[in-house]
């Protein structure tokens, strides 16, 4: 594993990039960091300053304080409606471009990845715009939820029901076609990008380990260690939106001179 502090992927790393017919970005909650999202182990603020998110993303914890739950989502999402993409969900918009095929696996909720650009984007823990019902996790339009007074609102489906976010909390399956989609991709690529996450959340962190498993080129974007470190080809030590941009740079420049090369 090559660390480095700066932006600049080795030759090695930047030949097997630009060679690349499909590329693998996972990508957690430091990639929204720079939007002004707090990523998901950070201390929490105000009133949720003594709840630690895993706590409060649970069934059980919906079952025993539905309001309480709800209202952490509620304020989520105002935050997420107020936020926008920054230069790295940009730049990964414009490297699909310049690559064969690029798939972008988030585990983020906040729909930032495709507000930027990106159409090839699995959400593996759902999107905390979108609310389902409880029990028959039918979903539940928006118009439903602002006529409601109840907080959470009533399922109008069932009727012990009730609204609840589209996401996966801890203890649940993901959704199975997704979840599969990005294991296919990990199956399939021949380099994969890991930005922002602690890789410690399953299944999300074993994706890109079967991707090394099967070959790809392995490379890590995360100003701080993670337990994927020591066996990414390379750990660019710094943030998603100044790392992405630069990588962005580097590979159009690689493919220009790939381009402009004499063919024998
Ligand atoms: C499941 C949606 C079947 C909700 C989330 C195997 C081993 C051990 C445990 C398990 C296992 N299999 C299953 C489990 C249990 C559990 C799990 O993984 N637990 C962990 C804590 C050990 N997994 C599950 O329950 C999953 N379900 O597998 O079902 C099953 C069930 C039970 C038992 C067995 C099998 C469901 C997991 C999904 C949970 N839902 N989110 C919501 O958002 O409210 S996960 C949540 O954590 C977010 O999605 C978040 O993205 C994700 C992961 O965290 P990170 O993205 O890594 O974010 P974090 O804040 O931790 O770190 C930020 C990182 O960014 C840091 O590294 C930081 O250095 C870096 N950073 C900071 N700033 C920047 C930056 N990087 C770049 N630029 C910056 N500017």
Redesign the pocket.
Same mark, same amino acid.
């Given at each position: 594993m090559k660390e480095t502090n700066g932006n600049l992927l080795s030759s090695q790393l930047l030949a097997q990039l630009t060679e690349a017919r499909h590329v693998l970005v996972l990508t957690? %909650?430091?990639?929204s %960091?720079?939007s002004g999202i707090p &990523?998901? /182990?950070?201390a929490q603020s105000g009133i949720w300053g003594k709840f630690r !998110?895993?706590d409060l993303?649970t069934p059980e914890a919906f079952e025993a304080n539905p309001s309480r739950v709800w209202e952490w989502y509620q304020e989520r999402r105002s935050k997420v409606l107020t936020v926008r993409p920054h230069a790295g969900h940009r730049a990964l918009a414009a490297i699909a471009s310049l690559v064969p095929e690029l798939t972008i696996v988030t585990?983020? #909720?906040d729909g930032l990845h495709q507000l930027a650009g990106s159409d090839n984007v699995a959400e593996l823990?759902?999107n905390?715009m979108r609310s389902k019902c409880s029990i028959s996790h039918r979903p539940i339009s928006a118009e439903w939820l602002s006529d409601s007074s109840h907080s959470p609102p009533r399922s109008p489906y069932v009727s012990k029901g009730l609204a609840r976010p589209d #996401?996966?909390?801890?203890?649940?399956?993901?959704p199975q076609n997704v979840l599969q989609a990005a294991m296919d991709s990990a199956l399939r690529c021949d380099f994969c990008i890991s @930005?922002?996450?602690?890789?410690? @959340?399953? !299944?999300a962190a074993s994706l890109p380990l079967m991707a090394l498993e099967h070959g790809a080129s392995l490379l890590e974007?995360? !100003? /701080?260690e993670?337990p994927l470190s020591p066996h990414a080809g390379q750990c660019l030590r710094g &943030?998603?939106?100044e790392v992405l941009p630069a990588l962005l740079a580097q590979l159009r420049a690689s493919k220009k001179d790939l381009d402009q090369r004499p063919r024998l």
């Open positions: 957690g %909650a430091g990639m %960091a720079e &990523t998901f /182990r950070d !998110p895993e993303a585990q983020n #909720v823990h759902g905390i #996401v996966v909390w801890f203890g649940e399956v993901l @930005v922002g996450t602690t890789s410690l @959340v399953q !299944p974007i995360n !100003p /701080r993670t &943030t998603a939106a």
